[in-house]
T-cell receptor
């Protein structure tokens, strides 16, 4: 069985500070992909970043980076220099090769940026 | 980039009526689309996988006869909530795998989501 766990239901961060959102996962499949999505209050799901299980380097996309620790099965999202517009729900997700392309989501973390 | 359009964005209906939600991939062909349901302050729960030209695959616990899925073309999937009841009120969101260029079952192709439909059954 596959599982995604986000242990931080909510976080408050001061504007311009960096923030780390935690995500751990569990799968027995050696081939899998990890994703982070942002969901503003309007509801749309915005793809942020991807990390493959065989990738040697941590993924980066602008202010987003993924701290991938394969042995610990963690894929934490790091947002540098946070902005007020970063306030949203953030979901960690995983697709395993054996899961017929289905993506499962964690419970999410609500990030609030203080001015 | 890949765009998925979902319509309507919100709908209010009376108990007992049926509601149809459309999900379109605008600039790419999507042989597979996914339907998720999200209750307030909760995560997305996969309801079913919609396959073009074949029957949808439903997740355990999802009633096939209540949530009818049709994927008649490579760019359109529909979800019909039949005989809706207040407990069906939720946020429904569809998604599709990214455009061609990726291996069919490649783990790295992200899902592109529609903007969701907020259904309220009175």
């Amino acid at each position: 069985a596959q599982k995604i766990t986000q242990t931080q239901p909510g976080m408050f961060v001061q504007e311009k500070e960096a923030v780390t959102l935690d995500c751990t996962y569990d799968t027995s499949d050696p081939s899998y992909g990890l994703f982070w999505y942002k969901q503003p209050s309007s509801g749309e799901m915005i793809f942020l970043i991807y990390q493959g299980s065989y990738d040697q380097q941590n993924a980066t996309e602008g202010r987003y980076s993924l701290n991938f620790q394969k042995a610990r099965k963690s894929a934490n999202l790091v947002i540098s220099a946070s902005q007020l517009g970063d306030s949203a729900m953030y979901f960690c997700a995983m697709r395993a090769y054996s899961s017929a392309s289905k993506i499962i989501f964690g419970s999410g973390t609500r990030l609030s940026i203080r001015p | 980039g890949a765009v998925v359009s979902q319509h309507p964005s919100w709908v209010i209906c009376k108990s007992g009526t049926s509601v149809k939600i459309e999900c379109r991939s605008l600039d790419f062909q999507a042989t597979t689309m996914f339907w998720y349901r999200q209750f307030p302050k909760q995560s997305l729960m996969l309801m079913a996988t919609s396959n073009e030209g074949s029957k949808a695959t439903y997740e355990q616990g999802v009633e096939k006869d209540k949530f009818l899925i049709n994927h008649a073309s490579l760019t359109l999937s529909t979800l019909t909530v039949t005989s809706a009841h207040p407990e069906d009120s939720s946020f429904y969101i569809c998604s599709a795998r990214g455009p061609s260029g990726h291996i069919v079952l490649a783990v790295n192709s992200p899902l592109h989501f529609g903007n969701g439909t907020r259904l309220t059954v009175t």
